[in-house]
């Protein structure tokens, strides 16, 4: 199985892109979310976290056929399977519905927000309501730390956004509350080396709140 691929952008089309790994050229499917940061990288070199699946149903004499699929980082990759598990989705409706970038569908389904989720491509009132009852439970880490190359994370270590967070929650704040918080902090694009230095940049936004 092939986990990661680098190559050169080729090119980029409305279900997938070519990606060129001397002396083979793959054709990788993405979803949307992905395929609009790609339209400026077309020539560049770029790296995706990816995953098989066999497309077809050889018992109605069709034929399986290798499909590969293709993120930006690895924990889009496994939003995606998660997605994927969910009864009546699979890969080609996943890819489908994931219109908007991962943080925000997670964070719809995290709020049991499903109406909006319903709004997705492919996925009615039914499919939602699954999606909820499974996956509710496993979305604050995808909610929380999943953003573009150029997001506000870009310039803190995923650990430590994960660890503060888990820190502000013992505290007694809410999943919803605690993740504005580190929102609030992280939108000034400064960088945190650890824990204590966030949760510090965290709490001083809030008194200077405060004082306002």
């Given at each position: ?49 990816t995953m098989h699946y066999l497309e077809g149903n ?155």
């Amino acid at each position: 199985m092939i986990a990661k691929i680098s190559g050169k952008l080729v090119s980029v089309h409305d279900t997938h892109v070519l990606l060129a790994c001397d002396p083979f050229e793959y054709e990788i499917l993405v979803p949307e979310f992905v395929r609009r940061s790609l339209q400026s990288q077309v020539g560049k070199k770029v790296s995706f976290h990816t995953m098989h699946y066999l497309e077809g149903n050889p018992s109605q004499g069709g034929r399986l056929t290798p499909r590969l699929v293709g993120f930006l980082s690895e924990i889009e990759r496994e939003f995606f399977d998660l997605f994927c598990s969910v009864d009546g989705v699979g890969a080609r409706k996943a890819l489908r519905a994931m219109l908007r970038p991962v943080r925000e569908v997670a964070a719809m389904i995290e709020a049991q927000d499903a109406k909006g989720l319903s709004t997705l491509p492919g996925v009615g009132p039914a499919t939602s309501d699954r999606i909820i009852a499974k996956l509710r439970r496993k979305m604050p880490k995808f909610a929380l730390l999943v953003s573009g190359a150029d997001g506000p994370e870009a310039n803190v270590p995923a650990d430590v956004v994960q660890e503060t967070y888990a820190v502000l929650c013992s505290l007694g704040h809410v999943e919803a509350d605690a993740r504005k918080l580190l929102d609030a902090a992280l939108a000034d694009k400064k960088k945190y080396k650890d824990v204590d230095a966030l949760l510090q940049a965290i709490y001083q936004r809030s008194t200077n709140a405060v004082r306002g």
